[in-house]
C-alpha cells in the first residue's frame, strides 16, 4: 500500500518563506512525476507545482511562479516545496501527489495523479 505524508505547514506571517517535505512509498519512486496541489477552505483543490521523474522539468501555477520551487530527491524518496514571499492568499491545505501517467508532471489535473498525502496546513497571516 502506498504511503504519502506531508510535513512542515505552520502559521506565518506575510513575507515569510516555509519550506513544506513530502515522503512517499511509491515504488519505484523515481518513475513517477510528483506535484504539490493546495486546497483554501471552501475552494476546490488547485495545482500549485510538478516535477518530473527525473526533476528535470518543473511546472507552476502563475500563482506561485517566482516564489514557490519545487525539487526531489529519488534517493530519499522526498519531494520539497520552498515557499518564499508568503501571502494571505497562500493560505491552504497542502497536498502531495504522485502520478503514474504523467513521466514529465506535465498536467494540473487533480484527477490525472494517482497517490496523495492527508495535507498540511499553511496559514499566512497579515
Known amino acids: 500500500q502506498v504511503h504519502v505524508a506531508e510535513t512542515g505547514g505552520a502559521s506565518v506571517q506575510t513575507g515569510a518563506s516555509l519550506k513544506l517535505s513530502c515522503t512517499a512509498s511509491?515504488?519505484?519512486?523515481?518513475?513517477?512525476?510528483m506535484a504539490w496541489f493546495r486546497q483554501a477552505l471552501g475552494m476546490e483543490r488547485e495545482f500549485v507545482a510538478s516535477?518530473?521523474?527525473?526533476?528535470?522539468?518543473?511546472y507552476y501555477a502563475d500563482s506561485v511562479k517566482g516564489r514557490f520551487t519545487i525539487s526531489r530527491d529519488n534517493s530519499e524518496n522526498s519531494v520539497t516545496l520552498q515557499m518564499n514571499k508568503l501571502e494571505p492568499e497562500d493560505t491552504a491545505t497542502y497536498y502531495c501527489?504522485?502520478?503514474?501517467?504523467?513521466?514529465?508532471?506535465?498536467?494540473?489535473?487533480?484527477?490525472?495523479?494517482?497517490?496523495w498525502g492527508q495535507g498540511t496546513q499553511v496559514t499566512v497571516s497579515s
Open positions: 511509491i515504488r519505484p519512486f523515481s518513475h513517477h512525476a
Open positions: 501527489a504522485g502520478t503514474r501517467g504523467y513521466d514529465y508532471g506535465e498536467t494540473s489535473r487533480v484527477q490525472d495523479y494517482d497517490y
Open positions: 516535477i518530473s521523474w527525473e526533476g528535470a522539468t518543473t
